[in-house]
């Protein structure tokens, strides 16, 4: 793991912005460090005016809290009780955003619904990683708008774990909801349709089940997200 700190200054003394740049072992990727993850304080030093070299305070990853519980009646307590487990592990969780609007927001269902999506998209890009929650949603498969911020934390490069994903392999689930045949070729349809029936084993369609981590619970995704994350830095550098 290689960190790098760079120093810019502003003004006779005045140590402004100290960065550091690392290398992630389970992506292999450098990026420098997002805002927030390290928040210096300037220290006066008694003798001068100047400020003295600050002190690097420990980041806590973010994770971004993916699933259909802001549907849910609970969804306080819900988001509640996964953020306090996050406090638990080292871990900040972050819930969906309501994109910034108060109780006297007067724009149109458009206006809010583009809000709301930008705001998840910021929470999302600002996270080290994503827990989702893709139990079964009003059918056989998980929330579509969780669906889609999986892919697009997947596609920005980070750690994705799930939870929530029901027992057996897919097909079994089709199968056992509908009537389903296999065709002369062996492949899995549905009776009345025709449709192929996706097979391969996959507990979830394949884009998913290849591209995270399938745990059983919440408790069991954050324990595995912070093991992805909570990278210890080297003795010797102060940064730990």
């Given at each position: ?64 809290l993916a699933g ?87 596609a920005l490069g ?33 009776r009345d349709s ?47």
């Open positions: 793991m290689l960190i790098r700190l760079r120093r810019r200054v502003s003004g006779a003394g005045a140590f402004q912005v100290w960065e550091r740049t690392y290398t992630h072992p389970a992506r292999g990727c450098a990026r420098p460090l997002r805002a927030g993850e390290c928040k210096p304080k300037l220290l006066e030093d008694p003798t001068t005016t100047h400020a003295t070299m600050p002190q690097l305070r420990p980041h806590r990853p973010r994770v971004y259909p519980d802001i549907f849910f009646r609970d969804c306080e307590r819900l988001y509640q009780d996964l953020k306090a487990r996050c406090e638990r592990l080292g871990l900040e969780g972050i819930e969906p955003s309501d994109g910034g609007l108060g109780t006297n927001f007067t724009g149109t269902d458009d206006e809010r619904a583009r809000l709301i999506y930008e705001g998840n998209i910021a929470l999302i890009r600002q996270a080290d990683g994503v827990i989702a929650n893709l139990t079964d949603f009003r059918g056989l498969e998980p929330d579509s708008g969780t669906v889609f911020e999986v892919g697009f934390a997947v980070k750690p994705v774990v799930v939870y929530g994903v029901p027992a057996g392999s897919y097909a079994s689930r089709v199968g056992a909801a509908m009537a389903c045949t296999q065709d002369a070729d062996g492949v899995t349809r549905e025709g449709v192929m029936v996706e097979g391969l084993g996959q507990r979830l369609n394949l884009m998913l089940a290849c591209s995270t981590a399938i745990e059983p619970s919440a408790d069991a995704a954050l324990a595995r997200l912070a093991k992805m994350l909570l990278v210890p830095f080297p003795s010797g550098t102060g940064l730990g």
